[in-house]
């Protein structure tokens, strides 16, 4: 009876011990893959520091800028290390549509573009009122004339548009189903209008709104370190 068994007791055996043996590498690669997996929180910190010495100039409306669209980017871009400098059309204590507060540290007519490696255009309820305007326009223009790295979130891409950096490049904005009036105003102007979050396109990059902040924070880190 025990020679009858002993066949059944080994094979039984090493079909557990290679069970176990997959299962642990298996369980390694599960490992490896999940470690290769880049999150926006990892590359967060492998962009630490990656911006010291870099200037980025971040524009808002002085009255109803979009809270998360300013205060994700900032300190997503400050956690890099990039010295932030907020822009208005004046001084003082800007209001976020949300109740958020920013020391504004330079008005646009203070603003040269070619003193900062990237110039940053915040969207929210109040950006076309304070922003759309030929002071911002000029410094779009200069911004793209000194080679340095210009971004809008939200509806501010519609400022990029009609100051005329954006004919043949592609770009997103900010729309709603009943409101395409954005979209409209950057194929006017010859952009090459994408359904995405975040496009890039040369130094020029432009996110669609506050769910895009963290993506398009990260983008100006990668044009303005060369990723």
Known sequence: MKRVLLPFVVIATLITIGFLVYQNLTSKEGEVLKGEETSPEKEISMAEKSLENKKIAMVIAFRDFRDIEYFIPRDVLAGAGAKIVTVSSQK??????????????????????????????????????????????????????????????????????????????????????????????LEENKAIYQDKAVVVDGKIVTGNGPGAAREFALSVIRLLTGE
């Open 92 to 185: 003082g204590q800007a209001l976020g549509a949300d109740g958020g507060e920013v020391n504004v540290n330079l008005t646009l007519e203070e603003l040269n573009p070619g003193d900062f490696d990237a110039v940053v255009f915040i969207g929210g309820p109040g950006a076309l009122k304070h922003l759309d305007n030929e002071k911002s326009y000029e410094i779009v223009r200069k911004t793209i004339k000194a080679g340095k790295v210009l971004g809008a979130i939200c509806i501010s891409p519609v400022i990029l548009a009609k100051a005329g950096v954006l004919d043949g490049k592609r770009a997103t904005v900010w729309s709603a189903p009943l409101q395409k009036e954005s979209i409209r105003i």
